[in-house]
């Protein structure tokens, strides 16, 4: 069975200084998708990130980027610059390509990240 | 461009009791999916609609149940209400087509049983 781990419970930044949230997951699938979400205090889970398993190149947007290993199975979501709107739970989240038709994704137990000004 | 829509955003049920959520997808999408998030978890995927039908189910038992409307609206029903069915709620939508795995979720509904 798929899974996937976040071993930070909380984590915090100074404004303007850069953060990596860890993520790890296990799966015998070779095509897949990755994600980050964030979800507010305000509950709407919104997209931050997203990486395909069959391209090598790590995704980013904007101050958002991922180190992508598909050996170690590990997918961290790097925040540069940090601003006090980051500040929420992320969330990392797996399909497997044969399933993300069904929008069955696979979430972790969460992040949550704090700002200080 | 309207997102996803959920309601109620908040209720509360007694255990035994029967409760009902509504979805509305994201406009030009025509699938859903119900997420269970239960106080800071990650949310569990209960199941997804398409054309009308259950297309996916997750680890949940019979006393969850859906439904998907001919306008792509859907509902979420569970039954029989325990004090562990307490949880966030989502629903997100997506274009069943679509085979890049993204979902556009709602705010979800808050449901509180004593």
Known sequence: ?117 | DAGVTQSPTHLIKTRGQQVTLRCSPKSGHDTVSWYQQALGQGPQFIFQYYEEEERQRGNFPDRFSGHQFPNYSSELNVNALLLGDSALYLCASSLGVSDTGELFFGEGSRLTVL
Do not use: H
Request: hydrophobic share 30%.
């Open chain 1, 1 to 117: 069975a798929q899974t996937v781990t976040q071993s930070q419970p909380e984590m915090s930044v100074q404004e303007a200084e850069t953060v990596t949230l860890s993520c790890t997951y296990d799966t015998s699938e070779s095509d897949y998708y990755l994600f980050w979400y964030k979800q507010p205090p305000s509950r709407q889970m919104i997209l931050v990130i997203r990486q395909e398993a069959y391209k090598q190149q790590n995704a980013t947007e904007n101050r958002f980027s991922v180190n992508f290993q598909k050996a170690a199975k590990s997918f961290s979501l790097k925040i540069s610059d940090s601003q006090l709107g980051d500040a929420a739970m992320y969330f990392c989240a797996y399909t497997a390509s044969s399933s993300s038709n069904t929008g069955k994704l696979i979430f972790g137990q969460g992040t949550t990240l704090q700002v200080k000004p």
